[in-house]
């Protein structure tokens, strides 16, 4: 499969991602945990079947030290024990938030309930903005088809700094 455009050999790419990262590196340095950000991309990404950012938060969830049988378990995370319930709760915020169009009434409040139990509201403006964003940066990928496999950890970092 061959990339159909290459955001950052242009001027309005090069902006957008930018922009895009400035939005990221607030909830990188927020309080939700790092492990939470990329179990929550990760997860997404699965949904949407974004091979591009699957290759991204597998590598960057495994350079900050997350665990390989984790990072299987994820998509089966409702059927593991490896995942606390804090976890949970934003892997099932994930998963409805991405799947919008599958259920009729979005984020459950059973769901939205267990996220409050577990996150103040910093952390929760984090965890929403990563559900968002992940679900925006894949359908770019997608549709741009922008493969998996050649992504190294720190690469978006450093293609928008």
Not at 55 to 78: F, P, Q, T, Y
Not at 101 to 112: I, M, N
Not at 139 to 152: D, F, K, N, T
Request: charged share 20%; glycine share 6%.
């Amino acid at each position: 499969m061959d990339i159909r455009f290459n955001l950052f050999e242009n001027e309005i790419g090069i902006k957008l991602a930018k922009r895009f990262a400035g939005i990221a590196q607030v909830v990188q340095q927020s309080p939700l945990p790092k492990s939470t950000q990329e179990l929550v991309a990760l997860r997404a990404s699965q949904i949407n079947g974004c091979g591009h950012c699957i290759d991204m938060h597998v590598k960057e969830a495994a350079a900050a030290g997350e665990s390989e049988i984790r990072l299987h378990l994820v998509a089966a995370w409702r059927e593991s024990t490896v995942f606390t319930g804090a976890e949970q709760a934003a892997l099932a915020l994930a998963e409805e938030g991405t799947r919008l169009a599958d259920a009729h009434q979005g984020v459950s409040d059973e769901t939205w309930a267990r996220v409050r139990e577990h996150y103040d509201d910093d952390q929760v403006a984090a965890l929403v903005a990563v559900v968002a964003l992940i679900n925006a940066a894949n359908r770019l990928a997608v549709i741009l088809h922008q493969p998996g496999g050649s992504y190294e950890a720190g690469m978006f970092a450093a293609a928008t700094d």
